[in-house]
C-alpha cells in the first residue's frame, strides 16, 4: 500500500535552515508528481512546493519562493525540502503528498521556527 514517511523537522532559529525528506513506498514513485504541503495552527493546509516527476519542473508558493528548493531523487524514492532562511510563519506540521493517491497524507512532520 501506498506509504509516505516525512522527516528531518525540529526546531530552527529565525534565518536557520533545515531539509526536510519524504520516503516513498506502494507505488511507482518516478512516475508520479509529487508535493510539499504545510498546515500551522488554527490554518488549513496549503500547498507550497511541487515537483514533476521527472524532477524538472518545479513550482512554489509565493510564501516559500527563493527560499525553499524541492528536489527528488527517483532512485531513492525520496523527495527533499531544503528550507533556508526561516520565519517564525513557517511553523507548521509538513506533509508530502503524491498525485498517484490523492486521499493520502502522511503523519507529517513538524518544524517550529523561534528563538
Known amino acids: 500500500q501506498v506509504q509516505l514517511v516525512e522527516s528531518g523537522g525540529g526546531l530552527a532559529q529565525p534565518g536557520g535552515s533545515l531539509r526536510l525528506a519524504c520516503v516513498a513506498s506502494g507505488f511507482t514513485f518516478s512516475d508520479y508528481l509529487m508535493s510539499w504541503y504545510r498546515q500551522a495552527p488554527g490554518r488549513e493546509r496549503e500547498l507550497i512546493a511541487v515537483?514533476?516527476?521527472?524532477?524538472?519542473?518545479?513550482n512554489y508558493a509565493e510564501s516559500v519562493k527563493g527560499r525553499f528548493t524541492i528536489s527528488r531523487d527517483n532512485v531513492k524514492n525520496t523527495m527533499y525540502l531544503q528550507m533556508n532562511s526561516l520565519k517564525p510563519e513557517d511553523t507548521a506540521v509538513y506533509y508530502c503528498h503524491t498525485s498517484y493517491l490523492l486521499t493520502y497524507w502522511g503523519k507529517g512532520t513538524l518544524v517550529t521556527v523561534s528563538l
Open positions: 515537483i514533476s516527476s521527472s524532477g524538472v519542473s518545479t
